[in-house]
Structure formats: structure tokens, C-alpha cells
């Protein structure tokens, strides 16, 4: 019954979607749920908060580990890129969507149905038994970034359809 609530970043910008992208996802879901973009205190740029705020998008800037746990339990459903706080998230047994880029999704990947991974798998994308793409994985920089950009926001809405009907209240 809490919030939806989306994080934007990542360790390394090899495992981010756009930001932008984020802002569109989480203007839809604002539509029809209580949602939320939850970041470190002055991890965002001024330009992407004025942004958020126009959108009557809630913007939470945690201050601390435990603020970011906290917020994490009290939500309803998670949305991120591979990286801490959607990990966070699946130690918590909370519903998650969880974007994928460099790395292979199979090592971090849960059994629980409530935990949805979506990767845009090309050429040089992980293989089975490894845990980085060829170029990306903090081992050389990835110019394109392709599996991360050709994930549209209708692919991610699509993918996060399951988990709304199933976990999320609709606003009132």
C-alpha cells in the first residue's frame, strides 16, 4: 500500500537507463499510483528536480543508508537498475523491477515471481557463464550503451504490468 518508488542511478553509467526515461516511466505510473523517485541528497542535478516537480512527481533524497532502507520497506513496489537499492529492495521481499545493462542478470536473479529482470539482449551482450558484457562492466568503457537505450518506457511499463495488478493500490 506504499509508494512506487523508482531509482534512477547506478554504479557505473553502463548499468543506467536515461533518467529522462525514469521521469517518463514514473510520470504514466503518477497517473494511477502514488509514486516516488528516491535518490541520495544531492546525488540529482537541478535541471531533472525541477523536472520531477513539474511532473507532481514526489522526489525523496534520502540522507543516509538508513533512510534509504526505511523508505525501501515502506514501499509497495521497486524500480531500478541493477545496483544497491534494488538489491536492498529484493533482501526485503519487495516487489521489483530490475533493468539490466552490462551485467548478465543470471547472477543476481531470484526464483520469487515478484522480482521481474529486463535486459535488452544483443551481440555483445553476457553470455551464460559470464558475468559482464564483452565491453561494459567497468572493464572498458562502453561508448553506446545500446542495451540500456533500446529499452523503450513502454517496454519497461509492459514489463512492470503484472506486478501492478498484483501489488500496487490504484489511487482513489
Known amino acids: 500500500e506504499g509508494k512506487i518508488l523508482i531509482n534512477p542511478f547506478a554504479g557505473w553509467k553502463e548499468k543506467e537507463w ?18 516516488g523517485i528516491i535518490v541520495q541528497k544531492g546525488q540529482i542535478d537541478t535541471d531533472l528536480i525541477y523536472e520531477i516537480d513539474h511532473q507532481n512527481i514526489d522526489l525523496i533524497q534520502t540522507k543516509s543508508v538508513d533512510e534509504l532502507i526505511e523508505s525501501i520497506k515502506n514501499a509497495s513496489l521497486f524500480i531500478g537498475n541493477d545496483s ?20 548478465n542478470p543470471d547472477y543476481v536473479k531470484t526464483n520469487f515471481e515478484y522480482n521481474v529482470f529486463l535486459q535488452k539482449e544483443l551481440g555483445c551482450s553476457a553470455r551464460n557463464n559470464e558475468k ?17 537505450n533500446l529499452l523503450s518506457v513502454e517496454d519497461v511499463y509492459n514489463a512492470l504490468l503484472p506486478l501492478l495488478n498484483l501489488y500496487c493500490k490504484k489511487k482513489i
Open 18 to 35: 536515461n533518467k529522462k526515461k525514469f521521469i517518463e516511466l514514473a510520470r504514466l505510473l503518477n497517473k494511477d499510483f502514488n509514486v
Open 84 to 103: 544497491g537499492p534494488v538489491n536492498i529492495a529484493c533482501f526485503f521481499g519487495k516487489p521489483s523491477l530490475t533493468l539490466f545493462g552490462a551485467t
Open 132 to 148: 559482464f558484457c564483452l565491453i561494459g562492466g567497468m572493464i572498458y568503457q562502453c561508448s553506446g550503451i545500446q542495451c540500456m
